[in-house]
């Protein structure tokens, strides 16, 4: 769990705050205020907007225009930069208020950007204006200012253009090379714990991505990255190690050669007079080596000056990229280390050696790895600890935009996307949205050229990486067999890598799997890196290389001794080569590589029978909703419906409840459904899957006999997609739990009209719905109608009084009904008689509950009585 500040403001604690900030000059207030101004941006964007004006309201801010409507108008992002600035015109008092009213208002907010911002204003509030300038002016460097500026001049070749690798014959636009222009904005959220992640870290975070959205604008901090080195409230301290985290293809070395970039153009954290930026694949071939010569290696124009650079630690920054990339074993925790920067030490020890202050005590450090590697890493000896979130929906779009640099296209191209939420979830990654760019340019820039569709977009995962593969072959090789001995070569040093955990490949790995290096088809899945060694594109396209690779060469042994093997992974590493190995069993999906692969059936049926075991083996209800729905995934990729209904079919019934159901699940599980056809009962209860996962959903729901879907935090704006599942003509739906979700009175109408057009529905649950209200009426108006089947209706703790009682009485009006729950409301003894007139009206009832209301015990045995009456009712007090 993130930390947050339980702490109390009292009004002492206020007026200690108000007597430090009327010290200020207005020039330090100014000078604080908008070195916070990023922060105080997103603080306003998650505070509620009318409790903000009300403090600045009570502390004689002067509040003229109506702030609300242009928030509606403008949106909060601009509206926060407006008020903001608003503020600042102001002037001194008003910026005092501000502070102020920031200050109390952690009594309403425990967002810890808010908190941080205020402990990092109060801690540090009488030094911070000097640390401002520092960051912005650097050090007086004297006889070293001349090294000091061909070393930025030297990291500015390095990281001022961003590299894209384009793939031969494809038909896209290139975007421009320069890093200010093209590097769009990372999400990266601050966090204390990593685990032992048992799915493929890619598939884990894309699931969670949606959440994280939410989540970072409730309880995450934000750290943008002038925040790295800034005052941590959770360490209660200015960080000198920090570590930023991030799956493959993320954007964690872009981050990094951004952020050297902006210390180069005086962006921020001018504090530091030398950066040295280093990645650890380049550091893999040292076995021992001197700090100072490893610096000399890669920066030798600081030779002559070195002594002197390393005598002031405090104004040194190392940045290492890619910790889980490095050959050594880093143990954070080891005791061996050096303090000598002469001495010839193993990698590791130099790296453990600066981040634990043994070596250039003061130095900072900046490092990156993926969160599996951490997940066995002792970070607490961080000050600061974050992850790369990559791209949320708005740096999606951009990202789009700036790929085709066409609005129609790119338009097209992002609507087709968003439409199919398996693809839409991975884009997150910036190195997926270049894959995805890559596929759709070409088919859709050929749609718009034909007017014709010879064939249909990817939907899958393994369809996109299929299509990509295709593209490449049929614009760039024409000789079949090269091309095909090429992939099976790429495909076995492919596999070799997944199954050992090895990202990085060297000549010897060409040599040892026959890859010809000279191919020029090679550049198009791997690249090459400046220290001779290479690397898949991303992570995904060698997964799906060492799947295709059994399409290619089939050894039904390999295959099982493979399949056996990634059983033993415990950091799901194989999860994405078995999903591309289902896919690659559907003959549709394989079809635009058929002139490569050939006939491929032994491996498809091998493939089938392996999937159809698995799920026998695996498919039980003790079985972890996880797992279940990482067979669904297979079974979603494979698009073998037959297969589905002969599995997941044959049980009738499926149950996610408790577990955190993604859009892309849903995505899936609506595949499933419909595959299926007719299920007898699906438990949603407590998937969280609220408003896009429903809609995800919507169009096969209606097959499904017993359907739950309590405690979602359903809406009120979320009925409308009831009326696509319930008002089918084909609706099989006959009981209907929606307890416990976050419908009011607002609702009811819209439900009274859905129920009115359905003929299925026989058993309805609303409890625990604030249903209570002025259109409550308009639900009873349909419920009571003598054609409403319902019998089973349940309206449990919805905040029933007795103002509603008159409206209760009208129920007896439907024969259907048999068993009613009015229990846990707030009906006292007023409305017994017209609950007895309930009982006695109703021809069929069974069962009524009516206890844990305010009757009086008389009323209670008085309604008890009446079972006399009318023989075989049921009524519970």
Not at 77 to 96: K, P, Q, Y
Not at 647 to 667: A, I, K, N, R, W
Request: glycine share 4%; with cysteine; hydrophobic share 35%.
């Amino acid at each position: 769990m993130e930390q947050s500040c339980l702490r109390v403001i009292s009004d002492d604690d206020v007026e200690q705050f108000r007597q430090r900030v009327l010290q200020y000059e207005m020039s330090t207030l100014r000078i604080l205020y908008e070195y916070f101004w990023n922060d105080l941006t997103h603080i306003v964007e998650i505070l509620e907007t009318r409790d903000l004006l009300s403090e600045l309201r009570s502390r004689n801010v002067p509040i003229t225009t109506d702030y609300l409507l242009t928030e509606k108008a403008l949106g909060s992002s601009a509206f926060s930069e407006l008020l903001i600035r608003d503020i600042l015109d102001m002037g001194r008092d008003a910026v005092l208020a501000w502070w102020e009213s920031l200050f109390v208002l952690q009594n309403n907010c425990q967002h810890p950007n808010l908190i941080g911002v205020m402990a990092e204003f109060i801690e540090r509030g009488d030094t911070l204006v000097a640390q401002i300038n520092l960051d912005e002016e650097g050090h007086q460097l004297y006889h070293l200012s001349d090294t000091h500026e061909i070393h930025k001049k030297h990291l500015l070749e390095m990281t001022q253009n961003l590299d894209e690798h384009s793939a031969p014959g494809l038909a896209q636009q290139r975007r421009s090379g320069s890093i200010s222009t093209c590097y769009l904005d990372l999400i990266v959220v601050s966090t204390q714990q990593f685990r032992n992640r048992t799915k493929h870290e890619i598939i884990d975070t894309g699931g969670r991505h949606e959440h994280y959205l939410r989540k970072t604008q409730s309880t995450l901090e934000r750290i943008s990255p002038n925040r790295m080195f800034r005052w941590c409230h959770h360490s209660g301290c200015t960080p000198h190690a920090v570590m930023v985290s991030g799956v493959p293809g993320v954007g964690k070395t872009t981050l990094m050669q951004k952020f050297v970039y902006d210390w180069v153009m005086k962006k921020h954290y001018q504090r530091f007079s030398f950066i040295f930026f280093f990645k650890f694949r380049e550091l893999n071939k040292y076995d021992r080596i001197s700090l100072e010569d490893m610096i000399i290696d890669q920066y030798p124009h600081l030779q002559s000056q070195l002594q002197n650079i390393l005598k002031h630690p405090g104004k040194l920054l190392f940045v290492f990229d890619g910790l889980d990339e490095s050959v050594h074993d880093i143990d954070f925790r080891s005791q061996n280390v050096c303090s000598n920067t002469k001495q010839q030490e193993r990698l590791d020890v130099i790296v453990v050696s600066l981040v634990r202050q043994r070596l250039l005590n003061g130095s900072s450090i900046l490092l990156t790895s993926r969160p599996t590697k951490l997940a066995s890493v002792d970070v607490g000896v961080f000050q600061r600890v974050s992850e790369i979130m990559g791209f949320f929906p708005k740096e999606r779009e951009e990202y789009f935009e700036h790929f085709f640099n066409d609005q129609e296209l790119s338009s097209m191209v992002l609507q087709y996307v968003r439409q199919n939420d398996t693809l839409y979830t991975f884009c997150y990654i910036p190195s997926y949205c270049w894959i995805i760019c890559t596929v759709l340019s070409m088919w859709f820039t050929q749609q718009m050229k034909d007017g014709q569709q010879n064939e249909l977009p990817p939907k899958t995962v393994t369809q996109l990486f299929v299509s990509y593969v295709a593209n490449i072959l049929a614009n760039h090789s024409p000789d079949t067999e090269r091309s095909k001995e090429l992939m099976i070569s790429i495909g076995r040093m492919a596999q070799h890598g997944v199954m050992n955990h090895i990202l990085f490949f060297d000549t010897r790995h060409f040599e040892t799997f026959q890859v010809d290096i000279t191919s020029k088809l090679l550049s198009s899945f791997i690249i090459e890196s400046h220290t001779s060694t290479y690397s898949f594109l991303h992570l995904t396209i060698q997964e799906f290389f060492s799947a295709l690779l059994y399409f290619l060469n089939f050894s039904e042994i390999d295959m099982e001794f493979t399949l056996e093997r990634i059983k033993s992974f415990e950091d799901g590493r194989g999860e994405m080569f078995i999903r591309f190995l289902c896919g690659l069993s559907d003959g549709t999906t394989r079809s635009l590589l058929k002139s490569y692969i050939g006939s491929t059936t032994s491996t498809s049926e091998h493939v089938i029978r392996w999937l159809k075991q698995e799920m026998e083996t695996k498919w039980k209800p003790e079985t972890d909703p996880s797992e279940k729905m990482n067979l669904l995934t297979y079974l979603f990729e494979s698009r073998n419906k037959q297969l589905v209904c002969s599995t997941v079919g044959s049980h009738g019934q499926l149950d996610f409840s408790e577990f955190h159901l993604t859009p892309v699940d849903c995505t899936v599980l609506a595949f499933i459904l419909e595959s299926c056809k007719q299920t007898e009962h699906l438990n949603l209860d407590r998937c969280f899957i609220q408003n896009e996962g429903l809609e995800r959903l919507t169009g096969i729901l209606h097959t499904v006999q017993k359907l739950r879907l309590s405690n979602n935090d359903l809406k009120d704006s979320d009925v409308q997609l009831f009326h696509r599942i319930l008002a089918a003509g084909a609706c099989r739906v006959q009981k209907l739990s929606l307890r416990n979700n976050s419908f009011t009175s607002e609702s009811c109408s819209s439900l009274a009209s859905i129920l009115l057009e359905n003929q299925s529905v026989i058993d309805l649950d609303l409890s625990r719905n604030n249903l209570s209200g002025p259109y409550f009426s308009d639900l009873i108006t349909i419920l009571c109608k003598p054609s409403c089947i319902i019998s089973n209706l349940s309206l449990q703790q919805i905040k029933l009084t007795d103002e509603y009682a008159p409206l209760l009485t009208s129920l007896g009006q439907n024969p259907n009904l048999t068993h009613l729950d009015l229990s846990h409301n707030y009906l006292t003894d007023i409305s017994a008689e017209i609950i007895q007139e309930l009982i006695l009206n109703s021809e069929n009832l069974k069962e009524i509950r009516i206890g844990v209301n305010e009757l009086s015990k008389e009323r209670e045995e008085f309604l008890k009585q009446l079972e006399a009456l009318k023989p075989g009712l049921h009524i519970c007090v």
